[in-house]
């Protein structure tokens, strides 16, 4: 592990919430390391005949208030350090919504693109195979992430349930809606954080119309461009990992997806429409209103956050700015939205998925954006008025409100003082 590692990072929000806490040291202690991380090396059937390995983990990080959940990423660059810092994130992202779940997350060291459909089965299956004994409905429930989707999901529910010898739906989340999966899941991120913004659009004092650029045009980005411009935003620019676009006037939403779903980058649509091409990492500096970072972690650094003109920025993204960049912004007077916060409708669907697989019934639609909006409505009011009495930035506000909750279910298990007095 390098000396400074993502996990150390991540632990700094620790420290600065507990700043602002009166709460037992047992509780540092019990957060400050991951419960259980488990290495493996998944081997499978090559469709050469060859047999190949790669190695995966599954992060359990804390599960005082509940079993852990967190998505499992395909991904070549993943390591444990990564994994353990995602879990962490996942812990408190659980406990700022107030679910009753801990953190934890999963990977495979692994560029799905290189593998075929059927090796990519076999990968998915074989990562169950290898955790089938941390994993369950009361124990740890995956989801997907980068790289994994509903497919995956589909067989690695089908793949639990034949070790087990029963239908365990409930065992992972973002599943097909033919295989238990909850209406509403697909656009849950984005959409979590669209009812955040209008929600707290008075406080900020947004204006009616804002000028939006969108980093990242994958399911998050594209949902909330979706979202946005129905209600009347312009958005202004949009990038993928190949370029970006621009339109003073505001960008054809129709033009970017129906590029997207014939496989072709945002840029291609440059010259329709009004759409000006730009180089990808030009997006952080565009002239707007709200930036809504919606693709990787670190893509606001401490050598561009200076170029953002956008007095609010929600993270839809995990982790998408560096915490010397967070500071550069506060100087600058940019509101952010946090990841933990902003982004906590996919794990927020998640949670009520596994409700409908645990009950056996399904609500429509309506009822599931009713509940989303409620539970991001209650939340995101929480954490706005933390940041408001405390003096604190919203990042800060919603690590003090999902310690708060952490504090109070380590603490409620005995602490020093208990114990001894
Ligand atoms: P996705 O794979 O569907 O989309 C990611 C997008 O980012 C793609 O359009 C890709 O081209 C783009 N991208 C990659 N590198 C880029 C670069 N250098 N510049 C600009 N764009 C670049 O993924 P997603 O599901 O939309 O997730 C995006 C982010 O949101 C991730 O950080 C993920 O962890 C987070 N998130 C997603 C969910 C969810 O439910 N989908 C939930 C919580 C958090």
């Given at each position: 592990m390098p000396e400074?590692?993502?996990?150390?990072?991540?632990?700094?929000?620790?420290?600065?919430?507990?700043?602002?806490?009166?709460?037992?040291?047992?509780?540092?202690?019990?957060?400050?390391?991951?419960?259980?991380?488990?290495?493996?090396?998944?081997?499978?059937?090559?469709?050469?005949?060859?047999?190949?390995?790669?190695?995966?983990?599954?992060?359990?990080?804390?599960?005082?208030?509940?079993?852990?959940?967190?998505?499992?990423?395909?991904?070549?660059?993943?390591t444990a350090d990564e994994v353990e810092t995602l879990a962490f994130w996942m812990t408190f992202k659980c406990a700022v919504m107030n679910l009753p779940y801990g953190g934890g997350k999963g990977a495979v060291q692994v560029d799905p693109r290189t593998l075929?459909?059927?090796?990519?089965?076999?990968?998915?299956?074989?990562?169950?195979?290898?955790?089938?004994?941390?994993?369950?409905?009361?124990?740890?429930?995956?989801?997907?992430?980068?790289?994994?989707?509903?497919?995956?999901?589909?067989?690695?529910?089908?793949?639990?349930?034949?070790?087990?010898?029963?239908?365990?739906?409930?065992?992972?989340?973002?599943?097909?809606?033919?295989?238990?999966?909850?209406?509403?899941?697909?656009?849950?991120?984005?959409?979590?954080?669209?009812?955040l913004v209008k929600h707290l659009a008075g406080d900020l004092k947004l204006g009616e119309t804002m000028r939006v650029a969108i980093q990242g045009f994958g399911n998050a980005g594209q949902h909330i461009a979706r979202l946005l411009a129905a209600d009347g935003h312009k958005i202004v620019a949009v990038s993928d990992s190949q370029g970006a676009v621009f339109s003073a006037a505001g960008l054809h939403i129709d033009l970017l997806t129906h590029a997207k779903s014939i496989g072709m980058p945002v840029a291609s649509t440059a010259g329709n429409g009004g759409h000006e091409r730009l180089e990808a990492d030009e997006l952080v500096g565009i002239e707007c209103d709200l930036l809504v970072p919606a693709a990787l972690e670190n893509m606001i650094h401490e050598n561009n956050a200076a170029m953002v003109k956008a007095s609010l920025v929600l993270e839809l993204a995990n982790g998408p700015i560096t915490p010397p960049a967070d500071e550069i912004l506060e100087a600058n007077g940019t509101v952010v939205l946090p990841d933990i916060l902003a982004n906590a409708g996919g794990v927020t669907v998640s949670y009520l998925e596994w409700v409908q697989n645990r009950q056996g019934f399904?609500?429509?639609?309506?009822?599931?954006?009713?509940?989303?909006?409620?539970?991001?409505?209650?939340?995101?009011?929480?954490?706005?008025?933390?940041?408001?009495?405390?003096?604190?930035?919203?990042?800060?506000?919603?690590?003090?409100?999902?310690?708060?909750?952490?504090?109070?279910?380590?603490?409620?298990?005995?602490t020093q003082s208990f114990f001894t007095s």
């Open positions: 400074h590692s993502l996990l150390d990072e991540a632990l700094v929000r620790l420290d600065e919430a507990a700043a602002h806490l009166n709460i037992d040291p047992d509780v540092i202690e019990k957060l400050k390391y991951a419960r259980e991380t488990t290495k493996v090396r998944l081997m499978i059937r090559m469709d050469d005949g060859s047999r190949k390995s790669f190695l995966a983990w599954r992060c359990r990080y804390d599960d005082t208030r509940g079993p852990t959940k967190g998505g499992i990423r395909f991904h070549p660059e993943s075929s459909k059927a090796e990519l089965e076999r990968l998915s299956r074989a990562y169950i195979q290898a955790f089938a004994r941390i994993i369950g409905p009361d124990r740890d429930i995956p989801a997907p992430d980068v790289y994994t989707n509903s497919m995956i999901m589909g067989w690695m529910a089908d793949e639990y349930a034949q070790i087990v010898g029963q239908h365990e739906p409930a065992m992972i989340t973002g599943k097909p809606i033919a295989l238990g999966g909850s209406l509403g899941r697909g656009d849950a991120t984005a959409r979590g954080g669209y009812y399904y609500w429509p639609v309506e009822d599931i954006h009713q509940r989303l909006q409620t539970m991001m409505e209650s939340e995101g009011r929480a954490v706005w008025e933390v940041g408001r009495e405390k003096g604190v930035t919203l990042r800060t506000a919603a690590y003090v409100h999902a310690l708060g909750r952490l504090a109070e279910a380590i603490e409620a298990h005995g």
